[in-house]
């Protein structure tokens, strides 16, 4: 089912599963001609919408592109600032940056590596126009916390659900998907180290059908008329270029596959929650080990398996022990404010001006993102992993955490 194996000296971080669905669906365009944005797409877009429960979805390419549009149609300009969190892909930030605007990083819940709610309200100033929230590794934020600061600042909440497809929150007595959206605009990442796979690729989720309107003008170069209808004319149509959009397309290709991984989504889902719930298991007496958690109010997709090292622990002996394995391993997420990227590149932590790092890169008021940077690995977990082999990784991060 996979689309790459587990050799025996060597376990993958991730592998995406891939098998003769996807290989029928891909032959689909192929067979048809049809291969840029097209049917696929549009089919892909009305399917994803029903599973998050979104009025509009729409693909792009990347979840950097979905992003950069959803700042954009928020109204995101140069000289505003956005609340979000350095602890994040670098993406986060950079889409913040190609629209003129300040990021400001505010620090993390360590029991969730998602933005602390209590410490939003602090960063807000009169430059603020939104806030970029991140489901981080596929947890979800508290978002009623975050879209009531929102709402009574008059703020828009992107969130940043690279990660997240098929993750939940409760909301009263119910359980809704992450991407509804519960703030106003959603942007999903298809990267093959996601949930689910088009190689590469996003998706936009809003309620807002104006903005939806924009994204496909703004996808396809600002073109009057798609492709799809023009071709499908009975008579000539010549389209006109009335805003500079960009060229942020998904291809035929790409939604072929991402429409079989969608069908596919709820047994990917199962085999990841068993696989976390395994390795809370085996994981269990490892001292000082610190084993990722769901908040009672929320349900991950297991995107990844982050755990956070004992105190004695050092963070490459570890890896490198894993590695000497065979096993691959990951570093805890990025910091962004800590990158040489953003040595020159204004941000802000807090309301306070962080436009230059300390001699090391830190911020002290972004202590908790550094330590989870420092001090958390993530090891294997993919629908395709074997029980032997995690047997195999949970020995090799025990034995590695004693040393």
């Not at 991140?134 to 978002?143: E, I, N």
């Not at 798609?226 to 071709?231: E, F, M, S, Y």
């Not at 389209?239 to 959009?245: H, L, M, P, S």
């Not at 105190?311 to 990025?334: C, T």
Request: net charge neutral; aromatic share 6%.
């Amino acid at each position: 089912m996979m689309a790459a194996s587990a050799v025996a000296t060597r376990i993958p971080i991730t592998a995406p599963w891939l098998g003769d669905d996807e290989m029928t669906a891909v032959a689909r365009p192929l067979t048809s001609g049809w291969l840029t944005q097209g049917p696929e797409v549009a089919a892909f877009e009305r399917e994803f919408a029903a599973y998050v429960g979104a009025p509009h979805a729409c693909a792009v390419s990347n979840c950097t592109t979905a992003l950069h549009l959803a700042l954009l149609a928020v109204g995101v300009s140069p000289g505003d600032e956005v609340i979000t969190v350095s602890h994040s892909f670098i993406a986060t930030a950079n889409a913040i940056r190609y629209c003129g605007a300040t990021p400001v990083f505010v620090d993390i819940d360590p029991a969730t590596f998602n933005i602390d709610a209590s410490l939003i309200k602090q960063a807000i100033t009169d430059r603020t126009r939104a806030i970029l929230c991140v489901h981080q590794l596929g947890m979800p934020c508290d978002m009623p916390a975050i879209v009531a600061i929102a709402r009574r600042h008059g703020l828009k909440v992107i969130e940043d659900a690279a990660c997240a497809i098929g993750s939940a929150i409760k909301v009263g007595d119910r359980w809704e998907p992450i991407g509804k959206p519960h703030g106003d605009v959603a942007c999903f990442s298809f990267h093959p180290r996601k949930v689910i796979t088009t190689g590469d690729g996003g998706m936009i989720t809003t309620t807002n059908a104006e903005w939806d309107a924009r994204f496909r003008l703004w996808r396809q170069h600002g073109m009057s008329v798609p492709d799809t209808a023009r071709h499908g004319t009975s008579t000539v149509v010549f389209e006109t270029y009335d805003i500079v959009g960009f060229n942020y397309r998904m291809t035929d290709l790409q939604a072929a596959v991402g429409r079989a991984q969608l069908r596919r989504l709820p047994e990917i889902l199962e085999r990841r929650r068993q696989l976390a719930c395994r390795y809370a298991a085996l994981l269990a007496d490892v001292s000082g080990l610190r084993l990722p958690t769901e908040p009672s109010w929320a349900r991950t997709n297991w995107q990844s398996y982050c755990v956070g090292l004992p105190e004695h622990s050092n963070q490459r002996q570890v890896m490198q022990a894993l590695l000497d394995q065979g096993i691959a391993s990951k570093r805890g997420v990025m910091c962004t404010h800590r990158s040489p990227a953003y040595a020159e590149v204004p941000w802000k932590c807090n309301s306070m001006e962080r436009g230059r790092r300390h001699e090391d890169g830190s911020c002290e008021a972004l202590g908790n993102s550094e330590h989870a940077e420092d001090r958390s690995v993530m090891i294997p977990l993919y629908p395709g992993l074997s029980d032997g082999d995690q047997n195999r990784i949970a020995a090799g991060i025990a034995g590695a955490c004693r040393a």
